[in-house]
């Protein structure tokens, strides 16, 4: 079903550019529609800032991946235009900043460099559109660049919203989880593989990791496929998106996983802290197998915040905030939103 979806999307790819091309126009007088390279931690780096209103708050969306861009995405947030400044940032090595810096021009990348490369972003977004903070969503492996930010600078930011929010896994759940969710769908081969990698992290390679993740997003039942259902599709239907740019995107992600995987399978939340100076909201899928629900709810119950809360997406996995677009907004509109007046005071 879901590679009947995309081809039928290749076909239709001009038609539904320039269907996007129409939604994304903008005529309200105070608007922002920006797309642009901005010089951040030395290199160019890609960002678009779109709204109906530049006074709105400022929102800002860490990618995940790595290097998974977001910025094809912007068609199925526009309703948020409306609420908010949404914007999006190609992170070091991925989507148009690795097309315009290749692997020499973006350099060794960590995740304390794309903390300071999303700090800086942030100060540039302040100062530019006149706004003392912004609203910090971090999204899958976004979430772990997030959480360092928000720790890091929590005077830039009103709250810090996780979305498919990585968490630390002590008890080994995640691979209870991911057995549990493949044997379901009767993949009796995809259990075997699995089990035969077992619960040692340090002993997973990155080609166990691409994997398992093959195997989750065939998984996946009763909730929008990550892949089939909204990361090809947007990249094939985006009007902002050439073919090159779409090479440029996996491109980025092999380069970029290659740079972060040791990291990644070894993070470490004590070392960032579990103790955060400004409101926290954790938003997450109800039925997400690729970053467990359990585990998010395990980690959000372990931190401490002068706020917190946690909210259900309904029928929702990986990727929520663009699955259910309109609930996430929503989320956002009666949960963060009203505290903006109370942090800027």
Not at 3 to 17: A, V
Request: proline fraction near 4%; charged fraction near 20%.
């Amino acid at each position: 079903m879901g590679e009947t979806n995309i081809l039928k999307q290749i076909i239709m790819r001009k038609h539904n550019q320039n269907k996007n091309a129409k939604l994304l126009q903008i005529n309200t007088p105070n608007s922002i529609v920006e797309s642009s390279y901005v010089k951040i931690g030395g290199i160019d780096q890609w960002i678009t800032i779109r709204g109906e209103n530049r006074n709105n708050p400022i929102l800002l969306l860490i990618h995940g991946g790595p290097a998974s861009a977001y910025s094809v995405f912007s068609p199925l947030l526009r309703s948020w235009e409306k609420y908010f400044t949404v914007v999006q940032w190609d992170q070091r090595g991925a989507g148009k900043t690795f097309g315009k810096n290749g692997k020499d021009g973006c350099g060794t990348i960590t995740f304390e460099r794309l903390a300071k490369d999303g700090i800086e972003v942030t100060e540039y977004l302040t100062a530019k559109l006149g706004q003392p903070k912004v609203i910090l969503i971090g999204s899958s492996v976004g979430s772990l660049i997030g959480i360092m930010m928000a720790n890091r600078r929590p005077d830039l930011f009103h709250a810090y919203v996780g979305t498919d929010q990585n968490a630390p896994d002590s008890q080994n759940l995640l691979h209870e989880i991911t057995v549990n969710a493949v044997r379901a769908t009767g993949n009796t081969k995809g259990v075997q593989l699995l089990e035969k990698m077992g619960t040692d992290r340090s002993q997973i390679s990155r080609k166990d990791v691409d994997k398992r993740n093959r195997i989750l997003v065939k998984a996946i039942r009763g909730v929008p496929n990550m892949i089939t259902d909204l990361i090809l599709p947007s990249m094939i239907s985006s009007p902002e998106h050439k073919i090159q740019d779409i090479m440029d995107f996996f491109k980025g992600m092999s380069y970029s996983l290659d740079q972060l995987f040791a990291e990644l399978i070894n993070f470490d939340f004590k070392k960032v802290g579990m103790q955060f100076e400004l409101p926290v909201f954790i938003i997450h899928g109800d039925n997400d197998i690729i970053t467990p629900t359990e585990l998010a709810r395990l980690y959000y119950n372990e931190i401490e915040a002068p706020h917190k809360e946690f909210v259900l997406i309904k029928n929702a996995g990986h990727l929520a905030c663009f699955a259910r677009a309109d609930q996430f907004l929503e989320e956002l509109l009666t949960r963060v939103r009203p505290l903006i007046a109370q942090t800027t005071n």
